[in-house]
């Protein structure tokens, strides 16, 4: 039997190891993706090994995951449960694949993780793998051994030697790190009435003690992907870490979130999403200048249902697909700059140009336009309203009644055209 798991150095996945050789007396060949977690790589291969692995394949899929999956989730505009940026979920299909790839290199027959019963992860994986690889079989550790708590792993590891430096055994808080995001979960945040003491933050300064003097910032965007901060283009991977730098400074993209996992419990985490509110804060008033309001409708209707599609793990679907093609149409003319205000916690814009603008100030404006006659608006309102009309003829209210409110509008419009 030959195992590839999901592997990431800490306490559970150096268990794993270990525990896969004992229970089911496997080879295990370790995989690690570097989508922008402290440290990447460095060192896991070495711990991996130690732990009893065969083999250590250690991947770069930070382009793969900025450019093949965030910016894809950012041009539909997906969030879940009102504030959550989906930083942990979109990760996941990325890694996922990546794992399925080697399975089928190395020639291994078994897939394994090292997520809880509890999580959301848990299903995020294994979607994945029964997208595309439906024929390996998945153990997951958490939901077979009697490990129950991380007393008991540090128990285990330590009965059997294996070694731990690295390892946070005073660990307080749940922690998954990307380039999108940091979220902080468990811990005393399981009350929802606890406030997060300052310490806990990793990325942003707190708002108080943000710089006093605002910083601006110019985003450019082409076809609804960010590709430009101040003028500078940059690659995805590059322009994320510059925005995430930025944001954290002054105090931008903290959130305290009560969300609704997909297994069916409520559970609390705190996020850090620096860069990534910036970009869902400029995109959404460039869209306003270059979308009409029945694109726009329609843009948010879907992106609901892409943030619970990649919520729930079914990224390698059709839906995803059909959904994605559909977010390409609707973006072909957001293109365009967005300047921002960074102050103490808040990003607000200030201005917005596009070429592809909607916006036209001759039909704005409050003066007179020879583009538009105020007395068209009276047709305009009596078939606009013809069905309120009709429900009050049907209700018996007095035409005479209707008539005088009729021409009152239009002796009211008849004075703006004047």
Known sequence: MKVVLGYSGGLDTSVIVPWLKETYGAEVVC????????????????????????????????????????????????????????????????????????????????????CTGKGNDQVR???????????????????????????????????????????????????????????HEGGPLEDPAFEPEEDMFRWTVSPEWAPDVPEYLELRFERGIPVAVNGEEMDGVTLLTTLNALGSRHGVGRADIVEDRLVGMKSRGVYETPGGTLLYTAIRELEALTLDRRSMALKDQMAQRYADMLYEGRWWTPEREALDALADVLSQDVTGTVKLKLFKGSAWVTSRTSPRSLYRQDLASFGHAATYDHADAAGFIRLFGLPIRAAAGRDGIDASGQQAVSELLRELLEAGAR
Do not use: C
């Not at 910016?71 to 990760?91: H, V």
């Not at 946070?168 to 979220?183: C, F, P």
């Open 31 to 114: 995989m690690a993706g570097d989508v922008g977690q402290p440290g990447g790589l460095e060192g896991l291969e070495r711990k991996a090994l130690a732990t009893g692995a065969v083999e250590f394949r250690g991947e770069d899929l930070r382009r793969e995951f900025v450019e093949g999956v965030v910016w894809p989730t950012l041009k539909i505009g997906a969030i879940y449960g009102r504030k959550y940026l989906l930083g942990t979920a979109m990760a996941r299909p990325v890694l996922a694949r990546r794992q399925v790839e080697i399975a089928r290199e190395v020639g291994a027959d078994v897939l394994a993780h090292g």
């Open 125 to 183: 994986f294994e979607l994945t793998f029964a997208a595309l690889a439906p024929d390996l079989k998945v153990v997951a550790p958490w939901r077979e051994w009697d490990i129950r708590s991380r007393e008991d792993a540090l128990a285990y590891a330590r009965a059997r030697g294996i070694p731990l430096e690295g390892v946070d055994e005073a660990k307080l808080y749940s922690r998954d790190e990307n380039l999108w995001h940091i979220s």
